[in-house]
């Protein structure tokens, strides 16, 4: 299985401010032959179901704020959060698709500082 | 608009079994790749398992703690997709969600299951 691990496990920013979170592969989700990453980012808010904000990495589903950006390749990946509003406070999943058993990161708890 | 409604969980004793269902509707049904993700209480997300559309192959993926006891199946003609979950285990203890496509986009609210003697 491919294991994915996010850091940190949690953060606190201020309003305003820049939430980074990053997710690791243990090995490659990034298919040569159609130069897409197999990667997803979730925003999970307490008692509701998780809500998919990218896909391909770098994707934002439609009517997500721009706020939010994927990037990365390969193994290494990121979510930014470019400017922390109060509604964003959540959990943050990443997930890899690449396998045909997906699997996700343990999870980052975003909260204000 | 995209739906997921859930069904069918409840408490039930180690050993036993339990029969969830997931409906769909706002999509085309026959064609989606569909999911089980579950989610123990305070704790984080886990993929399942997942049955392809039947233009797909219709074919089943089992993540490794469940391969042998749970089985997913799909009806298209009522846009329905099923967990069978036997031999349940106290650590099966969760909310499940159903979920579309390859990506997981769509999630319904979920069902809990309770594991318990």
């Known amino acids: 299985d491919i294991v994915m691990t996010q850091s940190p496990d949690s953060l606190a920013v201020s309003l305003g401010e820049r939430a980074t979170i990053n997710c690791k592969s243990s090995q490659s989700v990034s298919y040569s032959s159609n130069n897409k990453n197999y990667l997803a980012w979730y925003q999970q808010k307490p008692g509701q179901p998780p809500k998919l904000l990218i896909h391909?990495?770098?994707t934002r589903e439609s009517g997500v704020p721009d706020r939010f950006s994927g990037s990365g390749s390969g193994t290494d990946f990121t979510l930014t959060i470019s400017s922390l509003q109060a509604e964003d406070v959540a959990v943050y999943y990443c997930?890899?698709?690449?396998?045909?058993?997906?699997?996700f990161g343990q999870g980052t708890k975003v909260e204000i500082k | 608009e995209v739906q997921l409604v859930e069904s069918g969980g409840g408490l039930v004793k180690p050993g036993g079994s339990l029969r969830l269902s997931c409906a769909g509707s706002g999509f085309t049904f026959s064609n989606a790749w569909m999911n089980w993700v579950r989610q123990p209480p305070g704790k984080g997300l886990e993929w399942v398992g997942r049955?392809?559309?039947?233009?797909?192959?219709?074919?089943?993926d089992y993540a490794a703690p469940v391969k042998g006891r749970f089985t997913i199946s799909r009806d298209d003609s009522k846009n329905m997709v099923y967990l069978q979950m036997n031999s349940l285990k106290i650590e099966d203890t969760a909310v499940y969600f159903c979920?579309?496509?390859?990506?997981?986009?769509?999630w319904g609210q979920g069902t809990l299951v309770t594991v318990s003697s």
């Open positions: 391909w990495a770098s």
């Open positions: 997930l890899q698709y690449y396998s045909p058993l997906p699997t």
């Open positions: 049955i392809k559309s039947i233009p797909d192959g219709g074919t089943t």
């Open positions: 979920s579309t496509g390859l990506f997981l986009d769509y």
